[in-house]
């Protein structure tokens, strides 16, 4: 793994289900001897466009506390169907893991 893009679920029925998925990350990456905080990681917070067909989601504040709050990694407001802010996620997904490969390498 030389970098991730972690995509969380806005509605607020998802909760719990990101919390468990970063955990999963989490063990998945320390079985390949991975550590999460010294690999490159970027948070994506999806589905922010379904606030406006009255769908209950999280704000942004509440995500970044259940998830980011220790990893303080770069995070990105997102819609996948409407392709709001995908490039940027990637963009910078892409320069972080080009960093982490260097810095290996040196």
Aim: hydrophobic letters at 40%; aromatic letters at 4%.
């Amino acid at each position: 793994v030389d970098g991730i893009v972690f995509v969380a679920d806005s509605m607020e029925v998802r909760r719990e289900k990101n919390m468990l998925s970063l955990r999963d990350l989490n063990n998945n990456l320390k079985e390949l001897g991975l550590n999460i905080f010294k690999t490159p990681l970027v948070f994506q917070y999806n589905k922010r466009d379904l606030a406006t067909e009255g769908i209950p989601i999280l704000d942004v504040a509440t995500m970044e506390e259940d998830l980011n709050s220790e990893l303080k990694v770069p995070s990105f407001t997102a819609s996948a169907l409407k392709g709001e802010n995908v490039i940027p996620t990637v963009k910078k997904a892409i320069s972080k893991t080009i960093v982490g490969i260097r810095d290996k390498l040196l």
